[in-house]
T-cell receptor, first 112, second 116 residues
């Protein structure tokens, strides 16, 4: 699976959009971009995933650049409850294994 | 609530002891994954089972073992415990067998193991 690079931390004011970037310059054509978050020491929570088209669900939007070398997770109206560590994971068909490889993620702090 | 349950929530034990962590996957999910999260190592994949069979191994120590039962629940057995085994242990489940990149994993709340 391709390696990802994320900023270690970001701040966002409550009510504003939080834009979390992720670089994955070595991504290959059949690899998906997944986003999870972990609030404090809870279990990681699935947010969204995509291949090459932009995706949106009730939690967030995922924007993937045309060359697929980077992506941005957008939380449109961040709340204090969105304070968490956000993980960008690139994942492909690895044959018999479908493990998730977590990096260090981005610690998002939402403030009043 | 992801639908994945784990017991116990907390476990405190002594070095050299053996413990069993239990995971029940979401209804209908056939794959179970175990992950370990320690302060210095982050979240690391340990092992995966699909419909009772081991499918993949990660950084799992020989002192650790797992199995998935016919009712699809899974147990992670940790033996000869050391101080360094203190960590959060998460179970995740997914619907499809290994090899599907769009197979989303849903995580349980975890078991916090403290080895004294």
């Amino acid at each position: 699976d391709a390696k990802t690079t994320q900023p270690p931390s970001m701040d966002c004011a409550e009510g504003r959009a939080a834009n979390l970037p992720c670089n994955h310059s070595t991504i290959s054509g059949n690899e998906y971009v997944y986003w999870y978050r972990q609030i404090h020491s809870q279990g990681p929570q699935y947010i969204i995933h995509g291949l090459k088209n932009n995706e949106t669900n009730e939690m967030a939007s995922l924007i993937i650049t045309e060359d697929r070398k980077s992506s941005t997770l957008i939380l449109p109206h961040a709340t204090l409850r969105d304070t968490a560590v956000y993980y960008c994971i690139v994942r492909g068909d690895t044959g018999t294994a479908s493990k998730l490889t977590f990096g260090t993620g981005t610690r998002l702090q939402v403030t009043l | 609530d992801s639908g994945v349950t784990q017991t116990p929530k907390h476990l405190i034990t002594a070095t050299g002891q053996r413990v069993t962590l239990r995971c029940s996957p979401r209804s209908g999910d056939l794959s179970v994954y175990w992950y370990q999260q320690s302060l210095d190592q982050g979240l690391q994949f340990l092992i995966q089972y699909y419909n009772g069979e081991e499918r993949a191994k990660g950084n799992i120590l020989e002192r650790f073992s797992a199995q998935q039962f016919p009712d699809l629940h899974s147990e992670l057995n940790l033996s000869s415990l050391e101080l360094g085994d203190s960590a959060l242990y998460f179970c995740a489940s997914s619907a499809r067998p290994a090899g599907w990149p769009t197979d989303t994993q849903y995580f349980g709340p975890g078991t916090r193991l403290t080895v004294l």
